[in-house]
């Protein structure tokens, strides 16, 4: 079935009546300051902040009421702050939210600082005792994260130095804007790396450092559509849903594939989709590493579909979705080779994800005959516009830098594999114990049974979907973990499943019956 | 004139071949290293490298075939490579770059490590020795930097704790995900404290903290666009490059206004263009701060020129381009307020302008009832997805909320007023020196003509356009800087225009013949 994306109708869509009805907890120290503590004697310390301070030369023709006189925005009314407060102690249950906790409830506020604030130190000693209590809830946090493909262990030290620059690497990273500080010459360092890795010459290849693997993906999709403005786009219905989102965004016409139960592209369905729009050029979204199942889709298949069908090169674009294992895959002997040798237009991986760093990042590939088809002058920038984000994070680079320089190609083969064999022996304490499980040939990703328990699940941190949870094994994860992890997950299942009443769920429809060790399938 | 975005023909796109052709120089480092040192034992190395590490437990059904043997990936032919180093020497000529300059030139390559690398501390050493050089880069281009935006004048040295972690706040902020390693606490703090800049409820907002001004722009016209699906977008030619580019990407029909000399959007070219198009819904950018000339448009008379021409409120979705002058105008008295009490739809801000801040961001504030338009749940995150970024960096919120707690509402009025002052200043110096100049009442963006010298330009990181230049007043330039860089500008201009071959640019088409300083206008 077609679907026409962003005309309104949106039937991809999920029910909108379930992501309605947010309720906003205010938190209780959200009521208005006494009036005392905000207005006395406003007006006297205005002035003094406006007049006494040392700012320098004052022009004769500068109209000292061109600043208003309280500067203190009103707040919300009494009634709603009240509300919020009484639902805390329970006299008025709170409005439900549907999906997660709101964070209105444990939000830290931003409040005033008293104009003696600067003299008693009270404001720095309060904003101190947050940031320590919100470190150790990091540290706490960071221990016990399984489910979502970062690599958390990394140290950056030597990088601190520079925390207080402001770099931004606004537009092109190969064109030098007016704006001097920022560290192109890292981020072309490390793009050159990336195209190394995927083959393709310093001279033929564009590409920049996004903020995350959606950026990659907005980007790649975006330059498959000037590339075919026409082109309709294919995605398996297992691909990140910023694929999804891109189509929307872009008013693209998108077609949905079928998937294996491995999680990859079914390319039969593949080909009954491409063979309904022959008229049409296809763009499509290839995933090295689906989100849910780590699933990598047979790239070379892919190919020889499209040519089986009639698609000539000229007539397709693929973009490689390497989020996740873009980086692990080249390393892999068995995996389909990411490379622009063939008929690829563009491969985006993560960089927070198997490198690691404090903030989400992500390279970009593509071909430089592509990105023209995309850019345009910004002489305000003295530079060209070719990304999706304008003004770009400076310091993404040098975290990437430093990593890729510190572990090479070689460092990386040896953290591919050290993750390949804890991911096997996770799945193998996990069938033991008689949990069923599945692993892709070529992934780190283990999935299984999604835990009973709400709580379970977030102290491990383990992203589900429907029936399933996973575990994506990355470099941080050691054995230890894995083994603290199962033990407890054997542990509680014990209680969840011991008197009989509930039993584990089936999940021979999402993993294959072979992978199912349900009360029907073991 | 209608142009129709993103149907490929693209009339508002600069000529392609003004950037195309873009020259790839390669380092002089980047030849391929001599065979002994990639090669050397190289099978010996790997096999050491892969069995006698401390791996933990291989399981029995482990194919140590799966990885690959040679890591390394080939890199490009000699003759490539040789090219780039003869280009240095002045040999070979390299192909021009049209704008800027290529940053192949001067990256840091990142290169393999030796086996004996750990032992030796050679690498650190030498990466110790450019992170070294890089800093003190930054250091000297941070100190004369006057033409961008960016508030350098920050102290986070008590987050420097937070940053060897991988903080993400994937998703909605509100509604926590699964993943542990947040900051919606704080993200949540900051965003209330801009809805109560901006006037609007609690329980009436929504709002995210983005990777930069762009996305909130990208942001604000697709909820726009997904409010009103056939709406048509109308923004003053003086608008952000994004907002064109967003109107490229979405698909949208785009109509661009005129401006006055001031930069502000020209309402009697609005009304006209209004009235071409009243069968149709209105999508309107308005502009808190112009990029080139911190013009400020007239909120209040765009929505009586929307009225007039027979808009009624339900008919239209105004998005606020605050990302410059955002957070200043509400502190400033003759501004025409930016608030949710008017019928607007979304505001944004940058973080990384007034408020100052290692890396880009910027805060999105939109009315609850718009996003529902916009979002769709995301079970994988526990969450939905309402943002343009998928994962999103949990850093930007802390340092936010950093400096909003230690300034407050009252400390940022206190700059605003330093910044206007010292932005008076600067006109006053300009204009006694013989140089026309203009500022904006409501503005810290001083243009004036243009320097004859690049090399100048680049030194004080100016930003440029047409004939014109500007120095857009942060809270760090001080008169000092002001005074070195004025005294500069006299001394060289006496040089360029000394001998009377030369005359200063008229810039009168630009800021008008009033403000103009040339021989005909003086």
């Given at each position: 079935?077609?679907?026409?994306?962003?005309?309104?109708?949106?039937?991809?869509?999920?029910?909108?009546?379930?992501?309605?009805?947010?309720?906003?907890?205010?938190?209780?120290?959200?009521?208005?300051?006494?009036?005392s503590k905000v207005m006395a004697g406003s007006i006297d310390m205005m002035l003094r902040d406006l007049n006494l301070d040392a700012v320098e030369?004052?022009?004769e023709d500068f109209d000292p009421t061109t600043v208003i006189n309280d500067p203190l925005p009103p707040i919300a009314n009494d009634a709603l702050h009240t509300n919020g407060v009484k639902s805390i102690n329970g006299k008025e249950k709170p409005r439900e939210i549907v999906l997660g906790r709101n964070v209105h409830t444990s939000c830290h506020e931003v409040t005033e600082p008293d104009a003696d604030d600067d003299d008693s130190g009270d404001r720095e000693a309060y904003m101190a005792s947050v940031l320590a209590r919100y470190r150790k809830s990091l540290v706490e946090r960071t221990k016990h994260h399984l489910g979502y493909p970062y690599n958390l262990d990394f140290d950056y030290g030597a990088l601190s130095q520079l925390?207080?620059?402001?770099?931004?690497?606004?537009?092109?990273?190969?064109?030098?804007?007016?704006?001097?500080?920022?560290?192109?010459?890292?981020?072309?360092?490390?793009?050159?790396?990336?195209?190394?890795?995927?083959?393709?010459?310093?001279?033929?290849?564009?590409?920049?450092?996004t903020n995350c693997g959606t950026e990659g993906n907005l980007h790649g999709i975006l330059v498959g559509r000037e590339v075919f403005p026409d082109g309709i786009l294919y995605a398996s219905c297992e691909s990140h849903y910023s694929i999804f989102k891109a189509a929307r965004m872009y008013r693209m016409d998108c077609e949905k594939v079928n998937t294996l139960v491995s999680g990859e592209i079914d390319c039969e369905d593949f080909k009954a989709k491409l063979s309904l729009h022959k008229d049409k050029p296809a763009i499509i979204n290839?995933?090295?590493?689906?989100?849910?199942?780590?699933a990598v889709d047979d790239l070379d298949l892919v190919i020889k579909t499209l040519e089986e069908t009639g698609f000539s090169h000229d007539r397709f674009y693929i973009h490689c979705d390497g989020a996740l294992f873009g980086l692990m895959m080249p390393f892999v002997k068995l995996a389909p080779k990411v490379s622009f040798k063939k008929p690829i237009g563009s491969v985006s991986v993560s960089g927070h994800k198997f490198v690691g760093c404090p903030m989400p990042c992500g390279v970009q590939i593509t071909r430089l005959e592509h990105i023209?088809?995309?850019?345009?002058?910004?002489?305000?920038?003295?530079?060209?516009?070719?990304?999706?984000?304008?003004s770009r994070n400076g310091h993404a680079p040098l975290f990437l830098w430093y990593t890729l320089n510190r572990k090479g190609y070689r460092g990386f083969q040896k953290e591919v594999q050290k993750c390949l064999r804890n991911a096997h022996y996770l799945k193998?304490?996990?069938?033991?114990?008689?949990?069923?499980?599945?692993?892709?040939?070529?992934?780190?990703?283990?999935?299984?049974?999604?835990?009973?328990?709400?709580?379970?699940?977030?102290?491990?941190?383990?992203?589900?979907?429907g029936s399933i949870a996973h575990v994506v094994v990355m470099p941080n994860i050691t054995i230890d973990k894995l083994?603290?992890?199962?033990?407890?997950?054997?542990?509680?299942?014990?209680?969840?499943?011991?008197?009989?009443?509930?039993?584990?769920?089936?999940?021979?429809?999402?993993?294959?019956?072979?992978?199912?060790?349900?009360?029907k399938h073991k």
């Open positions: 079935m077609m679907e026409k994306m962003g005309d309104g109708s949106t039937p991809f869509w999920l029910p909108q009546n379930q992501i309605r009805g947010v309720a906003i907890h205010f938190p209780s120290n959200s009521a208005p300051p006494p009036p030369s004052l022009p925390q207080h620059f402001s770099i931004n690497n606004l537009g092109d990273p190969f064109i030098e804007s007016n704006y001097g500080v920022h560290s192109r010459q890292f981020e072309v360092g490390v793009l050159d790396w990336f195209a190394r890795l995927w083959e393709l010459e310093k001279n033929e290849y564009w590409g920049y450092i290839v995933n090295i590493g689906t989100t849910v199942k780590g023209n088809a995309l850019s345009r002058n910004v002489e305000y920038l003295a530079s060209r516009d070719a990304t999706i984000m304008g193998g304490r996990l069938t033991s114990a008689g949990i069923g499980a599945m692993l892709n040939e070529l992934s780190s990703t283990v999935v299984f049974e999604r835990p009973q328990d709400e709580e379970f699940t977030r102290k491990w941190q383990l992203a589900c979907q083994d603290d992890f199962v033990d407890e997950l054997i542990e509680k299942r014990a209680v969840w499943y011991g008197n009989e009443k509930l039993q584990p769920p089936c999940v021979a429809s999402d993993i294959g019956e072979s992978n199912c060790l349900c009360v």
